[in-house]
Nanobody
Framework: QVQLVESGGGSVQAGGSLRLSCAAS????????MGWFRQAPGKEREGIAT???????TYAGSMRARFTISQDNAKNTLHLQMNSLKPEDTAMYYC???????????????????WGQGTQVTVSS
């Protein structure tokens, strides 16, 4: 059974940085796409960035400047480096994966089957 476990969240002041990690285990088929998403209270879960099994990455337009997705295939771990954090970045952050192959990893939550439990990021002003 596929398990995704996020870590690295916490509380930081505006302008600070955090590095999130997502450890994946239990899969028999290498995921085609992995992604980071976030959900703030009362808002829809939104995509941040994706990475496919070839290392191609995509970002939601506003995220590219401050966030960087990376993967360590040897450790089955996905990372999200977040810099210059703002109070509006406060949310629960999730990683997700799918084994379905797309021409480009989808940016929305609907195509991802497996999800972690999330890690909370709180940015204070």
């Amino acid at each position: 059974q596929v398990q995704l476990v996020e870590s690295g969240g916490g509380s930081v002041q505006a302008g600070g940085s955090l590095r999130l990690s997502c450890a994946a285990s239990g899969f028999t088929v290498r995921p085609a796409c992995m992604g980071w998403f976030r959900q703030a209270p009362g808002k829809e879960r939104e995509g941040i960035a994706t990475a496919d099994l070839y290392g191609t990455t995509t970002y939601a337009g506003s995220m590219r400047a401050r966030f960087t997705i990376s993967q360590d295939n040897a450790k089955n771990t996905l990372h999200l480096q977040m810099n210059s954090l703002k109070p509006e970045d406060t949310a629960m952050y999730y990683c997700a994966q799918t084994v379905v192959r797309f021409r480009q990893c989808p940016p929305t939550k609907y195509e991802y089957r497996y999800w972690g439990q999330g890690t909370q990021v709180t940015v204070s002003s």
